[in-house]
T-cell receptor, first 111, second 115 residues
Framework: GDSVTQMEGPVTLSEEAFLTINCTYT??????LFWYVQYPGEGLQLLLKATKADDKGSNKGFEATYRKETTSFHLEKGSVQVSDSAVYFCVILGGAQKLVFGQGTRLTINP | NAGVTQTPKFRILKIGQSMTLQCAQD?????MYWYRQDPGMGLKLIYYSVGAGITDKGEVPNGYNVSRSTTEDFPLRLELAAPSQTSVYFC??????????????FGPGTRLLVL
């Protein structure tokens, strides 16, 4: 079945560091891909998405590119801030039109 | 708009007790969902609804029931709580006719502990 594997956490970085959170998936065809973020005490919210191969989703300085050759959708940001501390979920739209979630990566940014 | 709201935020149940987790949205969304998240795992779909009066099972429906009598509300019922139901429960909603293709909006979650 469809599945998502993302980088194990927790990840701790210093402010202004470069961030990469790896995500790979297994699915039939070319599913839509998403990154959701959960800030402390809040519900998940959509960060960015890409719906076809080579699309780049971007928002709030974060980027992710849909790579069908490597079935990956890695999340990157050039300079992280303390306010980026959250849990990040890589998500695909599975074959049954249902979302399939990775396990989440907790990110902590120290000043 | 309040978005998606969930109550309670936290609850402790004894084995065999029952409870209802409440979920409401004020965005006039057609689709609503219940997920559970176990420690270190991704969210798994319990039940979903495509409109008032219509519900369907997700990946892990056993031990739960839902109803959708109005567009706004989508309560999740736990009958005979078991320790395996200890989890964080998220409710979500979306508008579009393509269902999960549309952005889902999540509530803040309900943390449930069954002892």
């Amino acid at each position: 079945g469809d599945s998502v594997t993302q980088m194990e956490g927790p990840v701790t970085l210093s402010e202004e560091a470069f961030l990469t959170i790896n995500c790979t998936y297994t699915a039939t065809g070319y599913p839509s891909l998403f990154w959701y973020v959960q800030y402390p005490g809040e519900g998940l919210q959509l960060l960015l998405k890409a719906t076809k191969a080579d699309d780049k989703g971007s928002n709030k300085g974060f980027e992710a590119t849909y790579r069908k050759e490597t079935t990956s959708f890695h999340l990157e940001k050039g300079s992280v801030q303390v306010s980026d501390s959250a849990v990040y979920f890589c998500v695909i739209l599975g074959g049954a039109q249902k979302l399939v979630f990775g396990q989440g990566t907790r990110l902590t940014i120290n000043p | 708009n309040a978005g998606v709201t969930q109550t309670p935020k936290f609850r402790i149940l004894k084995i065999g007790q029952s409870m209802t987790l409440q979920c409401a949205q004020d965005m006039n969304h057609n689709y609503m969902y219940w997920y559970r998240q176990d420690p270190g795992m991704g969210l798994k779909l319990i039940y979903y609804s495509v409109g008032a009066g219509i519900t369907d099972k997700g990946e892990v429906p056993n031990g739960y029931n839902v109803s959708r009598s109005t567009t706004e509300d989508f309560p999740l019922r736990l009958e005979l709580a078991a320790p395996s139901q200890t989890s964080v429960y998220f409710c979500a909603s979306s508008y579009g006719s393509s269902g999960a293709q549309e952005t889902q909006y999540f509530g803040p979650g309900t943390r449930l502990l069954v002892l």
